[in-house]
């Protein structure tokens, strides 16, 4: 069955365009020409992928972001105007997954979509359980809770944790993290790793200003402790 | 635009300025020095000649009298006559000459002197006897207009004063003018120092700072025009800069949209290039290449027109130097090209790791594209932090482009005729700064080109 896809871009020429596109990758494409769609959209028919293009008319792009996080961990792929501004961190930190840049071309998007669809999968072939200090890790469900309760990490949330686990309690370098869970080589944009840190902080630190469990190496990396 | 006009005469506007005080100096003390040098030796001679002939009257007066009362031994009266700086004194009575001094005879007075006196009429004249100088001063003296009288007054002394004068008005006029040296620099110092101040702004204008401008608030509304004029100009100099930036700027956005529809059609359209009729091949083909070179010429212009949004240390964070080029040289050229020296192994920098990879991916793509080839990456401490050396098999660049190939669109290797040079060294000039390096290109020992990019830092690893 083939992946469905949300192309949330005010921008009839480049929608149509992109649906072709995306379509000739072999994905079914839905589309909405403004924020307020979108979000519905998302809502009524589950998707497996969220492209957003972060100018949109109505609802802005990172308030969109915002209220599809508070109901849902659906990959969101960020379509942003420039790598250098602030819309990336802020993009990131309002729930995006990752980013792409204009112009883009639908084989590097296919690209991001499938290495955000792979990890997703593959946190569902390890069906085991671990303890990490006061979290309980549930590889096989993909979830992590604590006191019982479930703390809602996002798919690209919980493979970085695991990546971290996986480390055994090592260093792991922000370009080894942007390669194992984003795929990007030696040049990936590291901010993306921090804002997932500070992300996935906020959701497994009882204090996220003093973290106990995803620890900073200062110039070296982050690493899990019980 | 740059002139050689102060150099081609050799003299600076600073040196002129002295120069023409110390002359003006000279020729002004030297005028006064010749004034008061005549005027005074006038004055002197004037005095001795008075006083002489005052003395000569005198004692031909009494030589008259005495004459007048015993005529027996004209000799005897003649050393009579008192004379105190007088060096001899001549009678010539009855047609025979008299005299006291040995030195001086009666040749040593002219003819015509001898001849006005002996005519009845009192006379001097500068004289010289044995090269020494003197003042004859003859008087008649008795009933015969025959008889004269003559004294000669050595003018020794007064010529030693005038000496003494004279040596003292030429030091003075001397030291006068080199007062006038000094003074003058001073002068043209202070008076230029404004000048100095425009250079410097000028200069760091020419540089690339932009924001360089001059103090305003001065007291002399001549100087205050000029510096208030310079800042005009520097500051529409960098309105229109800007402006030129966020105008690419803007057009290259507007360009992301258009681009992004044309780029994915394109890819559906070649995703069918076995469909395509054989005669369509060729044309689709080449629209996709200027596709993928409109699109490179975009991204370019983006880069190159967003630096000034970026805060500096925004982007920074600590990334070994030799892992970084060895990375982004050897991706681009597509092999190994890449040799860290030992010293350079654990060299750690704070930088833009992107900006940092344009600068290693534009300078390879440059040797590969350009340069007849890119046959290695260097990386090696420096004094100041690390360096990134990279040599390409091309024919070099000459001395007289090697700084306009930086430029934006600067077209300066092999005629300046190939396409694609436009902004990737323009990117890296730009990259480079941004991490408060230097680029320098620079001939290969061996032919080529070798670009040196320094970047400043501890590099300790």
Same mark, same amino acid.
């Given at each position: 069955m083939?992946?469905k896809v949300l192309?949330v871009?005010d921008d009839?020429r480049v929608?149509r ?5 995306l ?15 979108? $979000?519905?959209q ?5 998707v497996?992928v969220?492209?957003?293009d972060l ?6 792009? $990172?308030?969109?972001?915002?209220q ?6 659906v990959?969101?792929i960020m379509?942003?105007?420039r ?5 990336v961190?802020a993009g990131?930190?309002?729930g995006a997954d990752?980013?792409?840049t204009?112009?883009l071309v ?8 499938r290495?955000l669809?792979?990890?997703s999968e593959a946190?569902?072939?390890h069906?085991?359980?671990v303890?990490v200090?006061?979290?309980d890790?549930?590889?096989?469900a993909g ?8 703390l809602g ?6 493979r ?6 996986? +480390?055994?309690?090592q260093?792991?370098s922000r370009?080894?993290?942007?390669e ?6 030696y $040049? ?10 500070r ?6 630190e009882r204090d996220p200003a003093t973290?106990r ?6 110039g070296?990396?982050?690493?899990? +402790?019980? | 635009m ?5 150099r081609?005469?050799g ?6 300025v002295t120069?023409t /005080?110390g002359l ?8 006064l020095a010749?004034?008061v040098?005549?005027l005074?030796?006038h004055y ?7 006083s ?6 005198l ?6 009298q ?5 005529r027996?031994?004209v000799a005897d009266?003649l050393s009579?006559?008192p004379?105190?700086d007088?060096?001899?004194s001549?009678l010539? /009575?009855?047609g ?13 007075l002219?003819?015509e002197?001898?001849?006005l006196?002996?005519a ?6 500068r004289?010289?006897v *044995? ?5 004859a001063?003859?008087?008649p003296v008795?009933?015969h207009?025959?008889?004269a009288?003559?004294e000669?007054f050595?003018l020794?002394?007064?010529n030693?004063? /005038?000496?003494?004068l004279?040596?003292t008005?030429?030091?003075a006029a001397v030291?006068t003018a080199?007062v006038g040296l000094?003074?003058?620099r001073?002068a043209?110092?202070r008076?230029l120092?404004p000048?100095t101040d425009?250079?410097?702004?000028a200069a760091?204008v020419a540089?690339?700072d932009?924001?360089a401008r001059?103090?305003?608030d001065?007291?002399d ?6 510096a208030a004029?310079?800042n005009?100009t520097a500051?529409?100099?960098e ?5 030129d930036?966020r105008?690419?700027g803007d057009?290259?956005? &507007?360009?992301r949209?258009p681009l992004? @529809?044309m780029?994915?059609s ?14 369509l091949?060729e044309?689709i083909?080449l629209l996709?290449d200027d596709?993928d070179r409109?699109r ?6 983006l880069?190159i027109?967003?630096?000034a ?6 982007d920074? &964070?600590t990334?070994?130097?030799g892992d970084?080029v060895?990375?982004a040289?050897?991706?681009v050229a597509?092999?190994?090209?890449? @040799?860290v020296?030992d010293?350079a192994?654990?060299a750690?920098?704070?930088?833009d790791?992107?900006r ?7 300078l390879v793509a440059n040797?590969?594209t350009?340069?007849g080839?890119?046959?290695?990456v260097?990386?090696h401490r ?6 990134i050396v ?5 024919? *070099?660049v000459?001395?007289q482009h090697r700084e306009?190939?930086f430029?934006?669109?600067g077209?300066g290797?092999?005629?300046?005729d &190939?396409?694609?040079? *436009?902004l990737?060294l323009a990117?890296? &000039?730009r990259?480079v ?5 230097t680029?320098t290109?620079?001939?290969r020992?061996?032919g080529?080109a070798r /670009? ?7 590099g300790?690893?």
């Amino acid at each position: 069955m083939s992946r469905k896809v949300l192309l949330v871009e005010d921008d009839q020429r480049v929608r149509r365009v992109l649906r072709l596109a995306l379509q000739d990758e072999g994905y079914q494409v839905l589309e909405a020409a403004t924020g307020c769609v979108g $979000f519905e959209q998302a809502r009524a028919d589950p998707v497996d992928v969220v492209l957003l293009d972060l100018m949109l008319p109505d609802l802005d792009g $990172f308030e969109v972001c915002r209220q599809l996080r508070r109901h849902s961990s659906v990959p969101i792929i960020m379509v942003t105007a420039r790598t250098d501004s602030h819309d990336v961190v802020a993009g990131l930190e309002a729930g995006a997954d990752d980013y792409v840049t204009k112009p883009l071309v639908a084989k590097e998007l296919s690209a991001r979509i499938r290495a955000l669809l792979r990890r997703s999968e593959a946190s569902a072939a390890h069906p085991h359980h671990v303890v990490v200090g006061d979290l309980d890790i549930s590889l096989d469900a993909g979830t992590v809770t604590r006191d019982g309760q479930v703390l809602g990490l996002t798919r690209t949330e919980f493979r970085l944790l695991l990546e971290l686990l996986n +480390a055994d309690g090592q260093v792991c370098s922000r370009e080894h993290l942007l390669e194992r869970v984003w795929e990007y080589g030696y $040049f990936g944009d590291s901010r993306i790793v921090d804002v997932h840190i500070r992300r996935l902080r906020k959701k497994v630190e009882r204090d996220p200003a003093t973290p106990r469990h995803v620890v900073t190496a200062r110039g070296l990396g982050y690493r899990l +402790a019980g | 635009m740059r002139s050689a006009g102060g150099r081609r005469w050799g003299i600076g506007l600073r040196d002129r300025v002295t120069l023409t /005080f110390g002359l003006l100096a000279l020729v002004l003390s030297g005028l006064l020095a010749v004034v008061v040098g005549v005027l005074v030796s006038h004055y002197l001679l004037d005095q001795r000649q008075t006083s002489a002939v005052y003395e000569t009257s005198l004692n031909a007066s009494i030589l008259r009298q005495a004459l007048a009362q015993d005529r027996s031994d004209v000799a005897d009266v003649l050393s009579g006559v008192p004379g105190n700086d007088r060096t001899s004194s001549l009678l010539t /009575f009855d047609g025979a000459w008299y005299t006291t001094a040995v030195t001086a005879g009666p040749g040593a007075l002219p003819a015509e002197l001898v001849d006005l006196v002996r005519a009845g009429r009192p006379a001097s004249q500068r004289i010289e006897v *044995g090269g020494a100088p003197f003042l004859a001063v003859g008087m008649p003296v008795g009933e015969h207009s025959r008889d004269a009288y003559f004294e000669l007054f050595s003018l020794a002394q007064l010529n030693s004063t /005038f000496h003494v004068l004279s040596v003292t008005l030429v030091v003075a006029a001397v030291v006068t003018a080199a007062v006038g040296l000094v003074v003058g620099r001073f002068a043209s110092r202070r008076a230029l120092r404004p000048l100095t101040d425009l250079t410097i702004a000028a200069a760091a204008v020419a540089g690339g700072d932009l924001h360089a401008r001059l103090v305003t608030d001065r007291h002399d509304p001549d100087l205050g025009r000029l510096a208030a004029s310079f800042n005009r100009t520097a500051a529409a100099l960098e309105r229109r800069v800007q402006a030129d930036i966020r105008f690419a700027g803007d057009v290259s956005h &507007e360009l992301r949209t258009p681009l992004t @529809t044309m780029l994915n059609s394109m890819a559906l359209v070649q995703n069918r290039r076995a469909e395509l009729p054989p005669d369509l091949v060729e044309p689709i083909d080449l629209l996709a290449d200027d596709l993928d070179r409109f699109r490179r010429l975009v991204i370019d212009l983006l880069e190159i027109s967003r630096d000034a949004d970026t805060a500096d240390g925004v982007d920074r &964070e600590t990334a070994n130097i030799g892992d970084l080029v060895r990375h982004a040289a050897d991706a681009v050229a597509g092999r190994p090209v890449t @040799t860290v020296d030992d010293d350079a192994v654990r060299a750690t920098l704070m930088v833009d790791k992107r900006r940092l990879e344009r600068v290693v991916a534009n300078l390879v793509a440059n040797a590969d594209t350009h340069g007849g080839g890119c046959i290695g990456v260097r990386v090696h401490r420096t004094q100041t932090g690390v360096a990134i050396v990279v040599d390409d098999a091309g024919p *070099g660049v000459a001395p007289q482009h090697r700084e306009r190939i930086f430029e934006r669109f600067g077209r300066g290797r092999n005629g300046g005729d &190939e396409r694609g040079v *436009g902004l990737g060294l323009a990117i890296v &000039e730009r990259h480079v700064r941004w991490h408060h390096g230097t680029v320098t290109v620079v001939g290969r020992p061996g032919g080529g080109a070798r /670009f040196v990019v320094e970047l400043p830092g501890p590099g300790a690893g």
